[in-house]
């Protein structure tokens, strides 16, 4: 049999860092088992469902490259498919109407209460006759009432729950439309779904769902439920942990790849190994070897995963990304080097592609100060001498190469008769307009011959005023 797996948000916010897990151990199910990945979409919610955050949860999963076979399905386009098999339920027995008022309903509850007694609806109108009438009712699903629910968890273990425990469960409401529980069923059995990997927060859900299955006469998927992901504080993830949406994480400068290897391992392991592409997590996912115990989340260790896929993944590939947060930060890339040429060279002292923008700009851009430390320390009276070499030096050369500036670097301190540092520290605030860089061969041949040439002019003229003020 096919594994076919399924990932089903409700559109009510943003996809979140757990949706995109549980996504993510549903996709590795699939691909792992050469099976297909089902996206389906759960508004029923009308009143919380919105397109925003509909388009928001595909966007999330096609920046995470989490591609899915089928879909995107809609629950509100099948509600033809729901009242069908509604109706043969009503005609089998397996569901009935409930007349029941919502005053009776509370009163029973509060009833319930005061004797400290688990709060289920007392079947009223379970064995009652259909009425004739135009008053209002629910439609319920007649549970066993006998026996209880098995299923073998991949995360949790063998769960078994009472049917006494189970109450029969809404399956639509007064206006006709029909309730998420049953939804899930119907979806799941037309869609074939072999294996269901959902939050530990549906556990409950998943009794009541094996029996609409059995009643339906319908296969039984296999489940397993994920535990939470806690803040580095132990409290459930929330916006006071940081980002928690994520597309977040894309404007907060992570790669794609860093966010999947992070998630995969906030609860899912293989030995002692770190670092997976996507390729090894396909090769090692095993749903049985999830943690059972939830996770807590570490935004130092994102960081250094980040750190990690910006220096070792191919520069074009990073610079894709990367151009994004060009754009985000207003950086005119029109006139300059390639990006991808300053993936390598930068990616050593970035941990985020908002700090990768960030150290490009004066590529790019021309500065209208120098750093005012950089200066003070750098463009000193004694830095003159060999700007002006250097310029000479810059001005010869036939070729405008790495090797060639290199040279013409250590000739300067060679002819001075001073260390490399003193002639490249000022070049290379003459050039970048600050005190860090790249190697200064590296950083002057990227940054282009004109603009060099006008900076080191500048400097020049920088330490000639401070010299005579």
Known sequence: MTVKTRFAPSPTGFLHVGGARTALYSWLQARANNGEFVLRIEDTDLERSTQEACDA???????????????????????????EVIDRMLAEGTAYKCYC?????????????????????????????????????VIRFKNPTEGSVVFDDHVRGRIEIGNAELDDLIIARTEGTPTYNF????????????????????????????????????????????????????????????????????????????????????????GD?????????????KLDDINKAASAFNTEKLIWLNQHYIKTLDPEYVASHLEWHMHDQNIDMSNGPKLAELVPVLSERAKTLKDLAASTRYFYEDFTEFDEAAAKKHLRGVALEPLQLIQKKFAELASWDQASLHQAIEDTAAELEVGMGKVGMPLRVAITGAGQSPGVDVTALLIGRTRCEQRIAKAIEFVANRINS
């Open 57 to 83: 949860i595909l966007e999330g999963m096609e920046w995470l490259g989490l591609n899915w076979d089928e879909g995107p399905y809609y629950q509100t386009k099948r509600f033809d498919r729901y009242n």
């Open 101 to 137: 008022s919502r005053e009776r309903i509370e009163a029973l509850r509060e009833e319930q209460a005061a004797k400290g007694e688990r709060m289920k609806y007392d079947g009223c109108c379970r064995d009652q006759a259909p009425r004739d009438t135009d008053e209002p009712f």
């Open 183 to 270: 939804c899930v069923v119907v979806d799941d059995w037309d869609m074939g779904i072999t294996c269901v990997v959902r939050g530990e927060d549906h556990i409950n859900n998943t009794p009541r769902q094996i029996n609409i299955l059995k009643a339906l006469g319908a296969p039984i998927p296999e489940y397993a439920h994920v535990a939470m992901i806690l803040g580095d504080d132990g409290a459930k993830l929330s916006k006071r942990h940081g980002a928690v949406s994520v597309m977040q994480y894309r404007d907060d400068g992570y790669l794609p790849e860093a966010l999947l290897n992070y998630l995969v391992r906030l609860g899912w392991s293989h």
């Open 273 to 285: 190994q770190e670092v997976f592409s996507i390729d090894e997590m396909k090769q090692y996912f």
